[in-house]
């Protein structure tokens, strides 16, 4: 009885020892992906900095020419990029009010409302959106995103809008992905088949949207290193125009799962 006790006794510990691995090995993956940051800090300061001076300089041109749309559409930019998302949805909602022709083509407002928290009216955009361009996947992805948020994912899936033409690479498979046909790595091996891994540009998007995949099905840990691999990007980092814009979405989306506190047990959406 005495040796059939410290066997038990032993392999409890092991047992025990064994789930501490695993915990620490999880906290150890997290801290890796969000330990070191992706680009560097100073480059990350002066870019914030000009950001903000930008927006003071904007502040006292519009004091003076209020109903200039595209002063409000520069200033509602930096607000987003600076993550003062209830002022960027201020600046492009007084867009559409000054020039109801910008509403529909308005794809920003939806991120803009995606990171206000405000997922309904994003979801509504990215509708809006799809009967201006019926051909951008990337605009069906941002609203099952939101939807996801207020649906749940089933549903989200169910909702998903349905797109014919061909669109530019990586979308078709990653608009796949979202749907639940094709895995993450599946994905990845589609894109290494087709052989357009050497893109910087198709590995950007890749990234960021496998990433965004995998924080909705609850995988924290490789939704960070995605992320973090889009935001280390350096084609995204000197993009212009909308590629720069999702850059910044992609820093956003980033810094905002990093700063979750660290769960052994992250909760996908249902």
């Known amino acids: 009885m005495i040796f059939l006790f410290g066997i038990s006794a032993r392999l409890a510990k092991v047992s025990a020892m064994h789930r501490i691995a695993s915990l ?10 969000a330990g070191e940051p992706p680009i560097p800090q100073a480059e990350r300061t002066q870019m914030l900095a000009a950001f903000s001076s930008q927006i003071a300089v904007l502040d006292q ?7 200039d749309v595209a002063l409000h559409s520069r200033r509602g930019d930096r607000h987003l990029f600076l993550g003062h998302f209830a002022p960027a949805v201020a600046d492009f909602e007084r867009m559409i009010l000054l020039d109801p022709a910008q509403d529909a083509p308005h794809w ?3 991120i803009a409302y995606y990171f ?8 509504k955009q990215f509708e809006k959106y799809h009967a201006y361009d019926g051909g ?5 992805i941002w609203k099952f995103l939101a939807d996801c948020k207020v649906l749940g994912l089933k549903p989200a899936r169910a909702a998903m809008l349905e797109y014919r033409r061909f669109d530019r690479e990586p979308f078709p498979d990653l608009y ?13 091996a589609g894109i290494r088949t087709r052989k357009v891994t050497d893109s910087q540009q198709v590995m950007f998007f890749a990234n960021y949207y496998a990433g965004l995949n995998e924080e909705i099905l609850g995988n924290r840990a490789r939704a960070l290193s995605l992320l973090r691999e889009a935001v ?6 000197t993009a212009e125009g909308g590629p720069a814009y999702m850059w910044q979405a992609a820093r ?12 052994p047990a992250t909760v996908p959406l249902h």
């Open 61 to 67: 041109v519009l004091a003076a020419a209020p109903r």
């Open 24 to 33: 620490l090995l999880l906290i150890a993956t997290v801290a890796t992906a």
């Open 136 to 140: 951008d996947r990337e605009n069906g």
């Open 252 to 263: 956003l989306h980033y810094e905002q799962l990093a700063a979750l506190p660290v769960s």
């Open 176 to 188: 796949a992905m979202f749907a639940g046909t094709k895995s993450t790595e599946a994905f990845f």
């Open 116 to 123: 206000a928290g405000q997922f309904d009216k994003s979801a």
């Open 232 to 237: 280390a990007s350096p084609w995204g980092r």
């Open 108 to 110: 920003r407002l939806g």
